[in-house]
Every structure is written in C-alpha cells, then in structure tokens.
C-alpha cells in the first residue's frame, strides 16, 4: 500500500470516498449505528430517516475510555394523549392484513429509540461506540433498537398508536408477512386529513424470503448479516438487510415480487452472493448460505508520532465488477480503529481491492491497492495520518 501522502487536504479524499462509493453502490450506504428497522417492505429511504446520516466525527485524543452519560429517556407514557389510527389492508381487495406490525418513524432518535439511546449513553455515548468498534455489541446486548411507537393490527386490520399532541412529523413502516407497504416516503402528520379521519394502509401481495447460514464447519454461522437487493439495482427498492438469529436463521418478510441478489458475510467467515432468486406473492423461497473461510486485512492507523488514532474509518472494496451491491449491503468491507489504533476487515473476498481511509482533521493517505490472498490475509498494514489543515 502506498505511504505517499495526498497533496491536497482532507476534502479531496472524501470526495474520492464518495465518488468509489457511488460508482460501487449506485447509492448511499446505510449507516447501522443509527436505527434501521428490519422490514423487508421496498420502498424509497427519505434522505431525513435516520439510517443514513454522516457518521459521527471524532477529533485527535479521542478515548473509548471516556466517561459516559447515561441521559434518562423522555417520559412518553404520560404524554400520549393524541393517537394514530387506521386500518391494514390489500390493495384492490380490501382484504384486512391482521398481525402485520406498524411502527411510526419521525427521523429523530429522541423520539423514535428515546429507550435504547438512554442505555446507549445519547448521542454522544453511541458515538463513542462506533468510534471504538463496540457498538454493534452493545446494541446486541440491548436487544436492538426499541422502537417506542408501534402497534400490531388485529384480525380486522385495525390499529392504534399513542402519541404526544405535539407528536412532529411521520413515516410509516409496515411488515406482514405476505404484503408489502411501497408508500415508505410519504409523510404524515397528526393534523392531515388522512390521520384526522383514520389511515388506510394499502399493502401489497408479497412474498418471504428466509433460510440459514452456515460457517465451512457446518456450524451456524451467528451475527451473520444477509441482504436481499433488487436487480438492476435501485436505491428507491432497497430492502434493509436482517441479521441471523443464534441458528443462523434469516427472514425476510413481505418481499415485493421479483428478481433479487443476496449476500451473507459473518464474523470469522468469508462472502457469500446467491444471484437470480425469484420472489412470488403467497409463497416462500428458501436459501441456504455455506461461508467459505475467511480473508481480512488488519493493522494499525497511526498519527506522525506512531500514536494509535481512534475512530479512523476505513473501506476496502473489491476492484473490477466484483462487488456486488447484495455484500455492500450487508456490510462488506468497512470497519473503524480501536483507540490504540488497530483495525480489522474481515469477511473479504480474495484479490486486488482498493483501500481507503479517512478521518476528520487529519490527512490520509494516498487511496491505494491491496492484494488480499487466497486463504488467511494480510495483517501488518500500517496507515499514517497526518494532522489537517
């Protein structure tokens, strides 16, 4: 990897981030260090939602071993003395969609997660968390993202949710089984006529898509993440990738028809891309994940003293067409240095990939190249960053 510093200061790297990220994605990247709800519903992502913001930014002396607040969560409950009512149904028919779960989304954390936030130490503690690699951890150890307006219809499609009067601007995700809400970016609010009157969600037939992941053992392969993306790809389609319960299971509930792709990487295990599933309304398609063994990167970001630097993010990604939305989706090849610097990518696929890194107020860098071998990896990178201008 070249030691060749760039030139020009640190907003053309991120331009060059940005730029291998739209010609890799043909769309943003989710960020999962904020909330994402595991619905396989398509549908577009309004660019407020909070699965994509910038990530958080760090400055030089950043610890992990800072202290952490612990803010208490609103008190909601005694609040929510307005509500969001409406009926689930099936396009064209009327039909009600019982059992199908709907979650109200206004875009902020405060309102949405205001529980998880709270364990999570606010904003600030789970930015020290993404910061030091322990965040999917902890959110784990949590149990997820706790969503704190949500309903599930009953047998008549019907639903309830209370909120505060002053409860801010909507969108509505909804998961069933076998239908799918395509309506994800409209907005709503407690004042429109639709809300006044009682919503009318109009889903449409789907399908489920599910099945395990297996390590080369045999073994289930646990914490593994799946995509399941739409081809030729279109960022207004996306579906949110779900992770693997402690049996390698996987599911995908009300998948729109169609043809998709699907990636499944897990710790300690390579890739995986299954490609040209078929997806029918009323049915289930079943797939089946064996990971091959895994290739990594690893080493150390270092300032110009040889000091570990905390936070830096960092990207490998496959040259030529290999990559494949389906494994950038699930998360391929990104990860961030621990605060004495350390760093670890796994789950890659073997040969040549570009690797770039960035941190805010410190120079990279020049964007380089790395052969990662067939079996095993390369694990003595060594990344110098410079202090910004």
């Known amino acids: 990897m070249s030691r060749s510093r ?83 149904v099936l396009r064209g028919t009327g039909s009600p969609v019982g059992s199908a779960r709907i979650t109200l989304w206004t875009g902020k954390n405060e309102v949405d ?8 130490g606010g904003a600030e503690g789970r930015d020290r968390l993404v910061k030091s690699g322990e965040f999917e951890a902890r959110l784990a150890a949590l149990g997820g993202w706790k969503f704190a307006h949500r309903a599930e219809s009953a047998a008549d499609g019907s639903f309830e949710i209370a909120v505060p009067p002053d409860f801010p601007k909507f969108q509505i995700r909804v998961a069933a089984d076998l ?4 309506d994800r970016e409209a907005w709503f609010a407690l004042d429109c006529p639709s809300v006044r009157d009682g919503l009318v969600l109009e889903l449409e037939p789907a399908g489920i898509v599910e099945g395990t992941v297996t390590n080369a053992g045999g073994r289930p392969a646990e914490r593994a993440r799946v995509s399941l993306v739409r081809e030729p790809f279109d960022y ?65 970001v270092v300032d110009e ?17 290999r990559p494949r939305n389906a494994l950038v989706f699930a998360g391929y090849g990104s990860a961030r240095s621990a605060a004495d610097g350390t760093f670890r990518i796994g789950s890659l696929l073997p040969g040549r990939h570009r690797f770039l890194v960035d941190r805010e107020g410190m120079l ?3 964007p380089g190249a790395v052969d990662v071998p067939q079996s095993g990896g390369v694990s003595d990178l060594r990344i110098v960053l410079e202090k910004g201008h």
């Open 6 to 88: 760039v030139a020009f200061g640190l907003g053309a790297l991120l331009l060059a981030v940005g730029i291998a990220g739209a010609m890799l994605l043909g769309g943003a990247k989710p960020n999962r260090s904020d909330p994402v709800e595991a619905v396989a519903g398509a549908g577009p992502v309004a660019a407020a939602e909070p699965d994509s913001p910038p990530l958080p930014s760090s400055t030089p002396g950043d610890s992990a071993a800072a202290p952490q607040r612990s803010p208490s969560a609103p008190d909601f409950a005694s609040r929510r003395t307005a509500a969001v009512r409406g009926r689930v």
């Open 113 to 120: 997660v205001p529980e998880t936030m709270a364990a999570l």
């Open 179 to 182: 239908a799918a809400w395509r």
């Open 236 to 300: 207004r389609d996306r579906i949110d990738s779900v992770t693997a319960d402690a049996s390698g299971r996987f599911v995908f509930r009300g998948v729109p028809p169609g043809r998709f792709d699907s990636g499944a990487l897990a710790p300690g295990s390579g890739p995986q891309v299954r490609s040209g599933i078929e997806v029918r309304a009323g049915e289930t398609t079943r797939l089946e994940f064996t990971l091959p063994a895994e290739c990594l990167l690893a080493g150390r």
């Open 305 to 321: 003293t040889g000091a570990g630097v905390l936070g830096a993010r960092l990207n490998a990604f496959p040259d030529g067409d």
């Open 364 to 366: 990279a860098p020049e």
